[in-house]
């Protein structure tokens, strides 16, 4: 990416993203999603035994969480969840195993579970999700590697 200088003032209504790469590595079984900690940020979803990071409520404050894996899980399971009974994650995600399967959100789709193996979780996974509207998480950019026949890594859990 280039560079861009600014002779004036400049405003940014959503913060701005420094530095490259991952921006914060996570090992620990859980991780509660903040805005003010993560927005903009690359995490990097690092432990075999799998993650469940539980975003902040949607409001629409079009917030940007990606989540890159690092680390294949191979034991439970990477998970992606909303933080109330409320919120929704629209989208679709493509999901590569023998073959490569797009996939669409339920209606009431609130979790992403990736199990290192049909719904993805294979290092290089990725998921970007933004906070649109009070309620909603959309699915901005994404791809999961899986393996064998590969199944849906959405449902309603929450």
Request: aromatic share 6%; glycine share 14%; proline share 3%.
């Amino acid at each position: 990416m280039a560079n861009t200088t600014f002779s004036g003032p400049v405003t940014s209504t959503n913060g701005f993203i420094t530095g490259t790469g991952v921006n914060s590595t996570v090992t620990a079984s859980t991780l509660a999603v903040t805005s003010a900690d993560y927005n903009g940020q690359i995490i990097g979803l690092s432990r075999a035994a799998g993650i469940t990071a539980t975003l902040p409520a949607a409001t629409g404050t079009n917030s940007v969480y990606t989540f890159l894996i690092t680390t294949t899980v191979t034991s439970n399971s990477y998970k992606i969840q909303v933080a109330n009974a409320t919120d929704v994650i629209s989208g679709t995600l493509n999901v590569a195993g023998t073959t490569g399967t797009p996939f669409g959100t339920l209606p009431a789709s609130d979790t992403i579970t990736m199990n290192g193996t049909t719904t993805g979780g294979v290092a290089g996974s990725f998921v970007r999700l933004q906070d649109v509207a009070s309620g909603i998480f959309v699915i901005t950019g994404g791809g999961l590697i899986g393996s064998g026949t590969v199944a849906t890594p959405f449902s309603a859990a929450v």
